[in-house]
């Protein structure tokens, strides 16, 4: 069983690793005082609450990650996206498991 949840997790974060190392929009979606303690390198910040105001900064974009500290602000985030037509955005989780992915 152990096995099995291993390998089914594990080509998940395959996938996220491609996605994030082929030159995706890392976007940031945490408060601007956590961005500027720790941060993924190349990455943006655009808090959760301000994904609405920046929507053209995520137009033309060919694949689009946002993170947070738990996933659940980057889960927002992306709802926010999809609902407004940007359907290229997958939730990396948390910022740590971003930066862990991105080999650059």
Avoid: Y
């Amino acid at each position: 069983m152990f096995e099995i949840l291993k390998n089914m997790f594990s080509k998940e974060d395959n996938n996220l690793a491609q996605i994030i190392n082929d030159e995706a929009f890392l976007v940031d979606v945490r408060s601007p005082l956590e961005f500027s303690s720790e941060k993924v390198n190349g990455s943006v910040n655009i808090p959760v609450d301000q994904i609405q105001n920046h929507l053209a900064k995520f137009k033309n974009k060919k694949n689009i990650v946002v993170f947070c500290r738990s996933g659940a602000r980057s889960s927002q985030a992306k709802s926010i996206l999809e609902r407004n037509g940007v359907t290229n955005v997958t939730n990396g989780g948390t910022w740590q498991n971003v930066k862990s992915l991105l080999t650059k």
